[in-house]
């Protein structure tokens, strides 16, 4: 439905009040006595470095340990299909030899991907990185090698920055109250206060040590919380001011927390408001399986395409194997990924999501001038019919190739394609407006495939 002129200024003017009131509310709100919660507010991180994390769009998520020798799920598997007693025991066996930290980089770099984050220590307490504080680490295997200091000079060498996962939840370690299996257990001597200095000389080591961090990626906070998880993140951020540290990093009991939300598993909803980035498997586990079911290059693409359409980063997880190579048929699909995104980068790197929202039909990005359309499914009579576009159009091209025809009026947009010319994947449209795209109000599309 098309807006007129009127009704658009007063729709805006009524925006500008509802905030104005929010603003008030949230000022009289403030004045009063600040209770703990509020006290121990959440460091607003620099715009410039979220907006630096943004840009990036696609990342690698490395999920790693001892654990790839038995094939079964990182963290979850001890006490489980793995018991303990032998699960904390592997590292004594793992001897990576392969690893080649220019070589996972290069994996990630020629996927297009332009961070990467690796799991320093998942639930199973397991340190890939010779810590102070424990011996449980990659210090005591037979390898030895400082994994996250040759993945971090790696990362400097490609232009690819370095980031950090670290679980909160240990269920390794005495002092952490929740053990295995799936931290349903309680440990006989609980000690909250030890385990959070244990943790905070961690998290330390890892700022310090291992150069300029793009983000700690926090994971399972369990009954770690505000009282503690408040003055770690503020340490953390005076000694990295550009550190980005995700919604995890303790418990909320209700309080929104966190520089980006993470929906894990699953493309995160349409949201400009608030930064997120869906993390995600490129088979099954987070860890190495063997024979583990591998996404299709289309679902990998249409993965990355809906994220960004929904304005969010997509960190995709690869599990490397136990002799310390990845898997040659996933460094295949990342390569064809990064074939792709040689080809439609632009329509993802730098771009904010929409302003058509995503649905069957496919999704859009934006930037500057500039709408690129991902169109996966067509209308029976080979078009797409969207909601009118409060900007004119100057021009269309499709990237994917074929004769695209466009008809804008105060009603709708439709473009036309032939049937023959439209992309597997998706077929990707550049559009040129005349004004900053990204300042057209989203929209729905309605779904007109009759499907
Ligand atoms: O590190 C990965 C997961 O292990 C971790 N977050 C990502 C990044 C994570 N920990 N807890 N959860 C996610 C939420 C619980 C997920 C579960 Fe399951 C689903 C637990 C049981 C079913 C994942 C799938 C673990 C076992 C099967």
């Given at each position: 439905m098309i807006k007129s002129?009127?009704?658009?200024?007063?729709?805006?003017?009524?925006?500008?009040?509802?905030?104005?009131?929010?603003?008030?509310?949230?000022?009289?709100?403030?004045?009063?006595?600040?209770?703990?919660?509020?006290q121990t507010s959440w460091p607003e991180p620099d715009p410039k470095a979220v907006k630096a994390w943004q840009d990036m769009r696609f990342g690698m998520f490395i999920h790693w340990g001892p654990?790839?020798?038995?094939?079964?799920?990182?963290?979850?598997?001890?006490?489980?299909?793995?018991?303990?007693?032998?699960?904390?025991?592997?590292?004594?066996?793992?001897?990576?030899?392969?690893?080649?930290?220019?070589?996972?980089?290069?994996?990630?770099?020629?996927?297009?991907?332009?961070?990467?984050?690796?799991?320093?220590?998942?639930?199973?307490?397991?340190?890939?990185?010779?810590?102070?504080?424990?011996?449980?680490?990659?210090?005591?295997?037979?390898?030895?090698?400082d994994v996250l200091k040759e993945l971090s000079d790696a990362c400097k060498k490609h232009g690819i920055r370095f980031g950090t996962y670290y679980s909160v939840c240990d269920w390794h370690n005495p002092a952490y109250p929740l053990g295995s299996p799936g931290g349903n257990t309680k440990k006989p001597n609980p000690d909250l206060a030890a385990y959070d200095k244990y943790l905070r000389a961690q998290t330390t080591e890892l700022v310090k040590n291992y150069g300029t961090l793009v983000t700690m990626w926090f994971d399972v906070p369990q009954v770690y919380d505000v009282t503690y998880g408040a003055d770690m993140v503020k340490e953390l951020r005076?000694?990295?001011?550009?550190?980005?540290?995700?919604?995890?990093?303790?418990?909320?009991?209700?309080?929104?927390?966190?520089?980006y939300d993470t929906p894990e598993q699953k493309i995160g909803g349409f949201n400009r408001e608030r930064p997120w980035?869906?993390?995600?498997?490129?088979?099954?586990?987070?860890?190495?399986?063997?024979?583990?079911?591998?996404?299709?290059?289309?679902?990998?693409?249409?993965?990355?395409?809906?994220?960004?359409?929904?304005?969010?980063?997509?960190?995709?997880?690869?599990g490397p194997m136990p002799d310390g190579l990845i898997e040659q048929r996933q460094v295949e699909r990342l390569k064809e990924m990064g074939n792709w995104m040689a080809k439609y980068g632009d329509g993802i790197y730098g771009t904010r999501g929409g302003p058509f929202k995503p649905g069957k039909w496919g999704a859009s990005t934006c930037k500057n001038n500039t709408i690129y359309?991902?169109?996966?499914?067509?209308?029976?009579?080979?078009?797409?019919?969207?909601?009118?576009?409060?900007?004119?159009?100057?021009?269309?091209?499709s990237l994917t190739g074929g004769d695209v025809t466009f008809n804008q009026t105060?009603?709708?947009?439709?473009?036309?394609?032939?049937?023959?010319?439209?992309?597997?994947?998706?077929?990707?449209?550049?559009?040129?407006?005349?004004?900053?795209?990204?300042?057209?109000?989203?929209?729905?599309?309605?779904d007109k495939s009759g499907k």
């Amino acid at each position: 439905m098309i807006k007129s002129r009127e009704e658009r200024s007063m729709y805006m003017l009524s925006r500008i009040a509802a905030v104005i009131i929010t603003a008030a509310i949230a000022s009289t709100l403030y004045a009063s006595e600040p209770n703990k919660e509020q006290q121990t507010s959440w460091p607003e991180p620099d715009p410039k470095a979220v907006k630096a994390w943004q840009d990036m769009r696609f990342g690698m998520f490395i999920h790693w340990g001892p654990v790839s020798l038995t094939g079964h799920e990182i963290g979850w598997s001890r006490g489980k299909e793995t018991p303990v007693e032998k699960y904390d025991m592997l590292y004594k066996e793992f001897n990576p030899v392969k690893f080649n930290a220019d070589e996972w980089v290069k994996t990630a770099a020629d996927a297009g991907m332009k961070y990467l984050v690796i799991t320093t220590k998942h639930h199973d307490g397991f340190c890939l990185w010779p810590s102070e504080v424990t011996d449980y680490d990659i210090g005591g295997t037979p390898f030895k090698r400082d994994v996250l200091k040759e993945l971090s000079d790696a990362c400097k060498k490609h232009g690819i920055r370095f980031g950090t996962y670290y679980s909160v939840c240990d269920w390794h370690n005495p002092a952490y109250p929740l053990g295995s299996p799936g931290g349903n257990t309680k440990k006989p001597n609980p000690d909250l206060a030890a385990y959070d200095k244990y943790l905070r000389a961690q998290t330390t080591e890892l700022v310090k040590n291992y150069g300029t961090l793009v983000t700690m990626w926090f994971d399972v906070p369990q009954v770690y919380d505000v009282t503690y998880g408040a003055d770690m993140v503020k340490e953390l951020r005076a000694l990295q001011p550009d550190i980005l540290i995700n919604n995890r990093a303790y418990a909320k009991r209700g309080l929104s927390v966190g520089d980006y939300d993470t929906p894990e598993q699953k493309i995160g909803g349409f949201n400009r408001e608030r930064p997120w980035e869906t993390c995600m498997t490129i088979c099954r586990q987070w860890a190495w399986k063997p024979n583990d079911e591998m996404k299709s290059l289309k679902q990998c693409i249409q993965t990355l395409i809906y994220t960004a359409g929904g304005d969010g980063n997509l960190l995709f997880n690869v599990g490397p194997m136990p002799d310390g190579l990845i898997e040659q048929r996933q460094v295949e699909r990342l390569k064809e990924m990064g074939n792709w995104m040689a080809k439609y980068g632009d329509g993802i790197y730098g771009t904010r999501g929409g302003p058509f929202k995503p649905g069957k039909w496919g999704a859009s990005t934006c930037k500057n001038n500039t709408i690129y359309m991902f169109v996966m499914e067509w209308s029976p009579d080979n078009s797409l019919h969207l909601p009118a576009l409060e900007k004119q159009i100057k021009q269309v091209k499709s990237l994917t190739g074929g004769d695209v025809t466009f008809n804008q009026t105060d009603k709708n947009l439709i473009f036309t394609i032939p049937a023959t010319s439209r992309d597997e994947i998706a077929t990707v449209l550049e559009i040129t407006v005349d004004g900053n795209a990204f300042a057209i109000t989203p929209m729905n599309v309605e779904d007109k495939s009759g499907k």
